[in-house]
């Protein structure tokens, strides 16, 4: 182990430097899994500030929740970074994907005195974010 002043200086080391990744997660989003996987594909691997303006401008309930993810994704990158100002123009959208949460059961009447089952199902969706260097 090391002493405990080598491990201080290390922790000061670490406080100084930009962290490059940070993620947000939604989880019992209330829409199916497949849905939002249409919308999560136009934005896979895109710079953030093109992914916003992309979902912005969509007309799908899944852009607005992913929207918002993002945006809570930055923010969290900045708040790892003590608020230093990072540029969106070199944050990139490094994962993107959609699991399948809950599924809701509920029954509804159907014709000659029966019922019909009805799914509602749920998604858990995270976006991780991270800073890359721009090469000249």
Same mark, same amino acid.
């Given at each position: ?14 406080? *100084? =430097? ?13 829409? #199916? +899994? ?7 594909? &136009?934005?896979?691997?895109? /710079?953030?500030?093109?992914?916003? /303006? ?9 852009? @607005? ?6 945006? #809570?994704? $930055? &923010? /969290?990158?900045?708040?790892? /970074? *003590?608020? %230093?100002?990072?540029?969106?123009? #070199?944050?990139?959208?490094? *994962?993107?994907? $959609?699991?399948?949460?809950? $599924?809701?059961?509920?029954? @509804?009447?159907? &014709? ?6 009805? =799914?509602? +199902?749920? &998604? ?7 800073? =890359? %260097?721009? *090469? =000249?």
């Amino acid at each position: 182990h090391y002493p405990l002043r080598r491990q201080r200086q290390m922790c000061i080391r670490d406080r *100084e =430097r930009i962290i490059m990744e940070a993620k947000a997660i939604a989880r019992s989003v209330r829409q #199916s +899994p497949r849905k939002i996987r249409k919308t999560i594909f &136009s934005i896979k691997k895109l /710079n953030v500030d093109q992914a916003l /303006n992309h979902l912005h401008f969509s007309k799908e309930k899944a852009a @607005r929740i992913l929207e918002k993810l993002i945006k #809570s994704a $930055v &923010s /969290n990158l900045n708040v790892k /970074n *003590e608020n %230093k100002t990072i540029g969106s123009d #070199s944050l990139l959208i490094k *994962e993107a994907y $959609v699991d399948g949460g809950a $599924v809701m059961k509920r029954f @509804r009447a159907a &014709s000659m005195g029966r019922a019909s089952r009805l =799914r509602k +199902p749920t &998604s858990h969706i995270t976006i991780v974010i991270s800073h =890359r %260097k721009i *090469e =000249r």
